[in-house]
Every structure is written in structure tokens, then in C-alpha cells.
């Protein structure tokens, strides 16, 4: 067997000797990101948010605000947990978290209808806390018009005017609304989704600069590790090796709760979204091992690391559309693995696009990896005519 082949296998299963002996390498590489997992899952295992408290404030007490309370308690996303005699009581509850939000029915509600005025329904919310609070919003919005709707068409029948007839005076143009690649709003399908990953790759950065670093953070140790590897190259592709699969293994895992608990459809092509993965995990790999070679000593390249990878999240375009952010927050997206990684995912999973406009993104991920090994030769180079130009 050739020296490097030898010294390939030899720097592997050292590492993975180092994997049983480091509690704090195999916490960050095996149990942080299984801890991670087995929380986000429990946080979104729901799918959807559902029976959100709001509060009341009936000033009418007349039986259509009374159907307007069972309408609104009756809705899948609010329940009414809390009746208020004024309005400080309500909003002490709001800022005290017992309640998401207020509804406020005025008085002579059910008069004003029934002479064809349109009173006004007040709903206070928190907008700060956005989901808890459009959750809320949009079910009182759905159904303080549907009960108001149903008074007046009874109203119209009562006069003796058709039924389709007084449905068509009140609504004269129907929409029809589609929701689609999400139609039952599943948090798990999108956010959890896309939460998994980003954790994923400050890991994958974090441990494998950590990993590199403890062998090439002196230049002795960084003899040893090219004497056992028989090179550079050989040695850091034994070493980093163990990592992939572990990764692999870690995503894999992630993806058969997606796919298989939490019911994550795969409309795409399988095969492109393994090839993502892979990229993805190489490209994070690369990250890690470039920091490593570059900064001094190991604490650095992981504080560094974390430091890029941690907001990948909010500039991956999840929470926010990256179309909207500014030039800064665009180009940080752009030169993060995980925003291309998510968008092949997302296309080859929820929204079941052509195999073709996928390749973009995998493509990309290829250019990551080229480029970041040819910053990582040109780093070796380097630091080996420092070494001959020392000796």
C-alpha cells in the first residue's frame, strides 16, 4: 500500500481514538447537535400553534356579540380565556402574557348592523411577539365578517329577498384563495426545517476548526500529524473524514424525523438533495479546516467560526426574504453554505421543483468546495516554505 494511503488510514482511526478519549470533541460533534435535534423537534413536534388565549371586552352583551365570542372562541387558532370589564384590566393582561390579545366590542354593535352602519371592532395585539400575534390577528379577522356576514344575510332573507341573491349583494366578487407548497401552515415543514441545517453548520464549523486546531495549532504537533500522515493532504482528509460521516449520519437522522415523524413531504429528486447534503457538509468541513490553518491559536479559528456561521439563520432568507435585506446582509447570506443548501432543499422537498433549478445551488456548493481547497493548498504551500525557509 502507497505511504499516503497508509498515512490516510493511520491520521482515521487515530482520530476516531481521539473521538472516544476527548469528552469535549465528542460532546461537540456527536451530543450538541443530538441535543439540538431532540429539542427543536420537541418545539415544533405541534406543527401548528393552535388554542392561543385572547381576552374579551363585551361592552354590547347583545346575542351577536355573544356569537361573536363563540365564533372567536370557536376558531383553531384563539380561545377566549379572559373577560375584561375595561380596558386597563386587558392590557395589563397582554403585558403580563396571560393573553396574545384583546377583542373589543362596542356598544350598540348589533343595532348598528341591523340598520346597515358599519361599527368598528377593536383587537389589540402585541406585535412584538409577530407569530403569536398574526395567529390571533388573522382568526378574529376571519371571524368578527363571517358572523357580521350571517346577520345581515339573515336580515336580507327575513325581508323576503332570495338567499343567492342577498349572498351576492353581500360579497359580489368571491376569492378564491389557494394556499400553496405549505397549505396547512406546518411550522415543522418550513422552520424547523430550515433550523436544522443552520445549527448543523455551526457545528460542522466549530468542530472541525477545534478538530484541525488541536493538531496544527504548534508547529510541532503539526510535524506529526504530515510524519503519520505521510503529507499534509492525506493527514487533514484522515482527520476530517470521521467528522463527514458523523454529519452525515447527524442530518440523516434529522431528515427521518422530517420526512417520516413529522410528515416533511419529498416531492423532488432524492438523490440531488443527498448530493446537497454532502456539498454542504464538505463546504462547512473546509470552512473549518481554513480557519484552523490561518488563525492562532485553535480558540481563535472556533470563536471566529462561530461568529461567522451563528447569524446564518437570519440572513438564509427563512424569517425575512433575503430579497429584502440590504447589500451587507445579502452578501454575508451569499457567502454562507447553509443559504444555498436550504434553497435546493426547500425546492427539492415542499415545493417539488424541476430537478433543473436545483443545479444552481448545487453548483455553487461545488464552487464553495473547489475554491475553499485551493485556498486551503495555497495556505499549505505557504506554511511549507516557511518550514524550508526555517530549516
Not at 454575508?332 to 457567502?335: A, F, L, V
Given at each position: 500500500?502507497?505511504?499516503?494511503?497508509?498515512?490516510?488510514?493511520?491520521v482515521f482511526w487515530r482520530e476516531l481514538g481521539w473521538l472516544r478519549r476527548r469528552r469535549l470533541l465528542a460532546g461537540l460533534a456527536v451530543f450538541v447537535p443530538l441535543t439540538l435535534l431532540a429539542l427543536l423537534t420537541a418545539i415544533f413536534s405541534a406543527g401548528i400553534a393552535t388554542r392561543l388565549p385572547i381576552g374579551v371586552l363585551d361592552l354590547d352583551g347583545s346575542p351577536l356579540s355573544r356569537s361573536l365570542i363563540r365564533m372567536v372562541d370557536a376558531a383553531p387558532d384563539t380561545e377566549v380565556a379572559l373577560r375584561v370589564s375595561d380596558l386597563g384590566d386587558g392590557r395589563n393582561a397582554i403585558l403580563s402574557g396571560r393573553i396574545h390579545g384583546l377583542l373589543m366590542l362596542p356598544r350598540h354593535i348589533e343595532r348598528d348592523v341591523q340598520a346597515g352602519r358599519r361599527p368598528e371592532v377593536v383587537f389589540f395585539y402585541n406585535t412584538q411577539t409577530m407569530t403569536t400575534g398574526n395567529l390571533v390577528l388573522r382568526a378574529v379577522n376571519a371571524a368578527v365578517p363571517a358572523a357580521a356576514a350571517g346577520l345581515r344575510l339573515s336580515l336580507r332573507t327575513a325581508q323576503g329577498q332570495d338567499t343567492d341573491l342577498a349572498q351576492a349583494a353581500l360579497s359580489p366578487i368571491p376569492v378564491q384563495v389557494h394556499a400553496l407548497f405549505n397549505p396547512t401552515l406546518n411550522y415543522a415543514h418550513f422552520l424547523l426545517a430550515a433550523l436544522l441545517p443552520a445549527v448543523l453548520q455551526v457545528v460542522v464549523v466549530t468542530v472541525?476548526?477545534?478538530?484541525v486546531?488541536?493538531?496544527?495549532?504548534t508547529p510541532h504537533r503539526l510535524h506529526i500529524l504530515h510524519r503519520l500522515g505521510g503529507g499534509l493532504w492525506p493527514a487533514l482528509a484522515g482527520k476530517v473524514l470521521p467528522y463527514t460521516f458523523l454529519f452525515l449520519m447527524v442530518l440523516g437522522l434529522s431528515d427521518w424525523v422530517l420526512f417520516g415523524w413529522l410528515g416533511l413531504p419529498l416531492r423532488g429528486n432524492g438523490a440531488l438533495l443527498l448530493a446537497g447534503s454532502l456539498l454542504f457538509i464538505l463546504a462547512g468541513q473546509?470552512?473549518?479546516?481554513?480557519?484552523?490553518l490561518v488563525l492562532r491559536p485553535?480558540?481563535?479559528a472556533v470563536s471566529i467560526g462561530t461568529l461567522l456561521m451563528a447569524p446564518a439563520f437570519g440572513f438564509m432568507g427563512v424569517g425575512f426574504p433575503?430579497?429584502?435585506?440590504?447589500?451587507?446582509?445579502q452578501g454575508?447570506?451569499?457567502?454562507l453554505p447553509g443559504t444555498w443548501y436550504l434553497l435546493a432543499r426547500i425546492d427539492q422537498t415542499i415545493r417539488g421543483a424541476p430537478a433543473a433549478l436545483s443545479l444552481k445551488p448545487l453548483l455553487i456548493l461545488a464552487a464553495f468546495v473547489v475554491a475553499l481547497s485551493g485556498l486551503i493548498a495555497?495556505?499549505?504551500?505557504a506554511m511549507r516554505a516557511r518550514r524550508r525557509r526555517t530549516a
Open positions: 500500500m502507497p505511504a499516503h494511503r497508509r498515512g490516510f488510514w493511520c472541525t476548526a477545534y478538530s486546531g488541536l493538531d496544527v495549532e473546509l470552512i473549518g479546516m481554513l480557519l484552523a485553535m480558540a481563535s433575503r430579497m429584502g435585506m440590504n447589500g451587507f446582509a454575508w447570506g451569499m457567502g495555497w495556505r499549505l504551500e
